[in-house]
Structure formats: structure tokens, C-alpha cells
């Protein structure tokens, strides 16, 4: 018999580009969006399929699963997946996401990607890509900064290009970003299932697979994108690196326990760090494979990534935890009812980007919203602001972003970049004069003084 894991739960400036137009958007600050769908009533409820019935029988069936494989069911499967259920987003879901809470957060956004365009010499194509983009809350706060700076912009080609697994989330993106005008593709092997344009005239697609997004100048974002994504967790043992599973709890058929695998798994043998000095491990593999293709991308195509989320520089072992109604939970019960997360490594990424890309990061969500310039931008609304109410909240919003102990210091950003990004000026040699000369980088805008890993 496996020992029994107890796995406890833990809970989860100088430099800004003048871009002054910014700083004339208008600020709506409306109620919630409502749910994208209806609740279902107890009948239906009762006879909707049991994720914790479909997970016993698989589990009697093929013996204990991975972690990484329950994750992926329980937040995945088609049928019962977490990501396949209403109201999980906003004030009345299970969480909320920074854009939900200030558009201020999406607006410092679009100012970085439009820094890094400009850093990367102003190429005549922008592919904004978004992975995991939610209600579409950021893409649209972002959207709405590329138009009002249009003018900077130029002759730019910009186009939106959304990677989206639920076909539900997807048609309530559509609905915020483009209303009416997006329809699906006729055949479920097209790449881009669905088209739509914006009200501003911008081409918006759809894709499940970041690999179906076409090729060109992108700037690809993941906010708390890969926090959700399946981990594999590890534990020290006296024999050796073993891997944590799921599996039934044989005094109480109805509940789920970890255990440790008594002998070595492909994942434990090949994920594991060689000179790791934690006791316990966790490895998101699925995301390694996801920051080699945007490294790949920027290397081949120029570009830049912003990832933004839950994390560390590896050194956190136990972070998976599971949210409902916006309060901790179990995640082995009620499966299916609650979103499942963990936190992001960035060491691990870092070490899976490999050297074609720069890296930056991780800095605190409070630090980069600092040197994007949010102190600036909340002075300038909170003079042109009369109303208490609207007051009250734009302090709020901005507490609950910066703040230490609420998202302030647990969300941390980290950037890849192209090297040509970063490339230092060439040195005229001897008397003679480059008339030409090549003028120095940018500085990355949120990251400064923040030390590159190359």
C-alpha cells in the first residue's frame, strides 16, 4: 500500500515612454458583467455527469493518476471540466483577474506592448497574442490604448489573435470585443474556428493551439494563463525522487487522497533537477513545452512575451490549491466545482526558454505597475474625479493591485525577449565617424534595473 501524502493547502521607475495620450482615456468603472451563462436549476444539476464518478472509475480502472492528469481532467474534460462550467469569473464566479478589478491594469498593459514595438524598431506588423484570454476584459482595455494612440502606431498592420480552448469563453469574448460581427468556421479543422472584427475595424481570430497562430512580429501575453496549466509534484523520499499521485481513499470509496508512487515514474526521473535541493517539487511540464515555442517564435519571427502570475524563482514547494466563491478549497474534493491553480516557476521557465531569448524577471505586479507609471496615472483621475463613489473605487482597485500582502507581491511579471532587443550601440573605431550611429535600447518599460538572464 502507498503512504498517504498530507499535502497542505497554502494560499495563492523610473522609465515609462512618453505616451501622454494615455492618460486621456476615459474611465468607465461599470457594475460586473453578468454571467455568460444561465444557472443551472437542481434538476439539471443532478442529473449533469459526476466528475467525482468519472474520476472512481477511472481510478478503479487504471490504478492512482498523475496530478498533472487529474488537473488536466477535472479543469479540461468536455464533459465535466471546471473550464466548461458558468460562473466562474468576476464578483460572482470563484476568482477575479486584475483587469476585472481596474482597467488601469490592461492600460499599463497596452503601453508596454506599444513600448516594445517601438524597441523593437516599429515593424509594419503586430500580432497582439493573448493565451488563456478570459472574458476578454484585457485584450479589450488593451485594444482600446492601441486605438487612442493610433497615431503612433502609423501605418502598422495590427491584428488580435486569441488562443482559447472553451468554445464558451470564446463566444463570450467575441460578444465583449467584437458584439455581433464574429461568426464560426464552417469546418472544425480549420486552425482559426472563429473570425470577428472589432468596432474600431481590427481583425480578431480564434485559436486552440498557440502553434495555429500565424507567423510574424508578435507580442504574445498570458495573464494567469499558466498558473492553471497541469503540474507534476514530486516528493524526497529515502529512496529517491518520487512522484505524488492521485487516488481513492480505500476507507471512504467517495473521497480522493494523495499518495507517493513506490517506485520511479518517467516524470520523476526526467523532471527533477539533478542538484534540487527542495523536498518537494512542483514541475509544470505542459508550460515548458509552451515557453519553447514562444521562444522559438521570437527568436525565428522578433517579438516579445509578457507573462504575468502567481509565482516564484523556485523556491516554493507546495503551492496547489484549489478556489471556490473566492475562498480556499480542497482541491481532491467536490472535483469539477472549483478552479484548480498552482504557482508558476519561473526558474523553470527561465531554464526551458534556453539561450535564444532574454529573459527578465520575475518582478513583484507591484513594482512593475510602479515603473509602468499607475502613481502617475491614478494622480491624473483621481484630480479629474468629483464624484466620491468613483473615488472610493479607483483608490480601491488601486490598493488591491499594488497592495503587499493582497496581489501587490503574489502576481510577479517576466519577460522573453529578443536579443536584438537589448543589443548594446556599436562602438565607432579609430578616427573614423559613423554619421549613422546605432542609437542605444530602450529600456524595457516596467523591468528597469531589473537584472537580464541571457
Known amino acids: ?38 444557472s443551472s436549476s437542481p434538476e439539471e ?54 483587469p476585472e478589478i481596474s482597467q488601469i491594469f490592461g492600460e499599463l498593459l497596452g503601453v508596454w506592448i506599444i513600448s516594445e514595438w517601438m524597441g523593437a524598431g516599429r515593424p509594419k506588423q503586430l500580432q497582439l497574442v493573448e493565451l488563456g484570454p478570459g472574458k476578454g476584459s484585457l485584450a479589450g482595455d488593451v485594444l482600446r490604448v492601441l486605438s487612442q494612440l493610433r497615431s503612433v502606431l502609423g501605418e502598422a498592420s495590427v491584428s488580435l489573435h486569441l488562443v482559447e480552448v472553451s468554445p464558451a469563453l470564446s463566444l463570450l469574448q467575441a460578444q465583449n470585443l467584437t458584439r455581433s460581427c464574429s461568426q464560426e468556421a464552417d469546418s472544425e479543422d480549420e486552425p482559426v474556428y472563429r473570425r470577428g472584427e472589432t468596432a474600431a475595424g ?37 529512496k529517491g525522487w518520487r512522484e505524488v499521485m492521485v487516488d481513492i481513499d480505500p476507507d471512504k470509496p467517495d473521497k480522493l487522497r494523495f499518495v507517493v508512487a513506490p517506485s520511479p515514474t518517467l516524470a520523476s526521473s526526467t523532471l527533477v533537477q539533478a542538484d534540487e535541493r527542495r523536498d518537494h517539487v512542483e514541475v509544470c511540464a505542459e508550460g515548458g513545452v509552451i515557453v519553447q515555442q514562444l521562444s522559438k517564435r521570437i527568436t525565428e519571427e522578433g517579438g516579445a512575451a509578457l507573462i504575468a502570475d502567481y509565482g516564484h524563482d523556485g523556491t516554493k514547494t507546495d503551492t496547489f490549491r484549489g478556489f471556490k466563491g473566492h475562498q480556499l478549497h480542497d482541491v481532491l474534493s467536490s472535483p469539477g466545482s472549483a478552479d484548480l491553480t498552482a504557482d508558476v516557476d519561473f526558474s523553470y521557465l527561465r531554464r526551458m526558454a534556453g539561450g535564444g531569448v532574454a529573459c527578465l524577471g520575475p518582478v513583484s505586479q507591484r513594482t512593475f505597475l510602479k515603473n509602468m507609471g499607475i502613481d502617475t496615472r491614478m494622480q491624473v483621475l483621481l484630480r479629474s474625479c468629483v464624484d466620491p463613489t468613483t473615488r472610493k473605487q479607483l483608490i480601491s482597485s488601486y490598493d488591491m493591485l499594488t497592495n503587499p500582502i493582497k496581489m501587490g507581491e503574489r502576481f510577479h511579471f517576466f519577460s522573453l525577449l529578443h536579443h536584438s532587443r537589448l543589443a548594446k550601440p556599436k562602438k565607432t573605431e579609430g578616427l573614423k565617424l559613423d554619421k549613422k550611429k546605432s542609437p542605444a535600447p530602450l529600456p524595457v518599460a516596467g523591468f528597469t534595473d531589473e537584472k537580464i538572464w541571457q
Not at 480564434?206 to 509534484?233: M, N, Q, T
Request: net charge positive.
Open 1 to 38: 500500500m502507498c503512504s498517504i501524502i498530507p499535502v497542505h493547502l497554502i494560499q495563492k521607475h523610473s522609465y515609462l515612454i512618453n505616451l501622454g495620450l494615455l492618460f486621456c482615456l476615459s474611465v468607465r468603472w461599470g457594475a460586473a458583467q453578468s454571467r455568460f451563462l444561465c
Open 45 to 98: 444539476s443532478k442529473s449533469r455527469p459526476s466528475m467525482l464518478r468519472h474520476l472512481t472509475t477511472k481510478l478503479k480502472a487504471t490504478g492512482p493518476i498523475t496530478v498533472a492528469e487529474y488537473m488536466r481532467e477535472v479543469l479540461t474534460n468536455p464533459v465535466t471540466g471546471y473550464y466548461v462550467r458558468n460562473n466562474m469569473l468576476g464578483p460572482d464566479g470563484d476568482f477575479i483577474t486584475s
Open 202 to 238: 481590427l481583425p480578431v481570430s480564434w485559436y486552440r493551439r498557440l502553434d495555429d497562430v500565424p507567423a510574424g512580429f508578435s507580442i504574445f501575453v498570458a495573464h494567469e494563463f499558466f498558473d492553471a496549466l497541469p503540474i507534476h509534484k514530486f516528493q524526497r523520499t529515502q
